[in-house]
């Protein structure tokens, strides 16, 4: 019955649509038959070719957002853009620097985890990520909103940063050996 109901609503709509349309192209495009039907056809060309595959999401996230490859090996396979913020102190920061800093903080907790104390060039890497971390997001202004959104977009995604980031680390060798005695 909720079907029955749904496929009259949208009869009922595309009618309308269709007087609307009508009465449009006889007041705006004049009463040219050939040239309403070439109006037609381009409408219709730009739905179905760009709004239909948006609304059904053809289109990937990254794409979406303008992402380019370089953009997508940056922002570690989130689906929006993250950008490294520029050294300094004071910088206004967009929201997509604004998530580069939070997931910078997610990252090195993570690694401190499960950081090896007693592997000195692994501590030295980890401190030069600290370093490039506290030159880019020690002090900075931005908007309300661009902060919030950043922190919820990032939050959303929090166990899969902190999931590769523990991955990066063991692959960089800074992972702690079974023998550690945990320093």
């Keep these: ?53 948006l609304s059904l999401g053809a289109v990937d996230l990254w794409n979406r957002h303008g992402m380019t490859e370089q953009d997508r090996q940056e922002s570690y396979g989130l689906p929006f853009p993250v950008s490294k913020p520029p050294s300094g102190n004071g910088h206004i920061l967009n929201r997509d620097q604004l998530r580069w800093i939070f997931m910078q903080e997610i990252r090195m907790d993570a690694m401190k985890e499960c950081l090896n104390h007693g592997n000195e060039s692994a501590v030295r890497e980890f401190m030069q990520l600290v370093d490039d971390y506290n030159m880019r997001g020690a002090s900075y202004c931005c908007e309300t909103a661009d902060l919030r959104a950043a922190q919820q977009d990032i939050r959303d995604y929090r166990e899969e940063i902190r999931q590769s980031a523990m991955a990066e680390a063991e692959a960089l060798g800074w992972s702690r050996s079974l023998y550690d005695d945990g320093r």
């Design 1 to 53: 019955m909720v079907v029955g109901v749904r496929m009259a609503a949208k009869k009922g709509k595309a009618e309308k649509i269709r007087q609307w349309a009508s009465e449009f192209l006889v007041s705006h495009v004049g009463g040219n038959r050939a040239y309403q039907w070439t109006v037609v056809a381009v409408f219709l060309s730009v739905f179905v070719l760009i709004v239909r595959p």
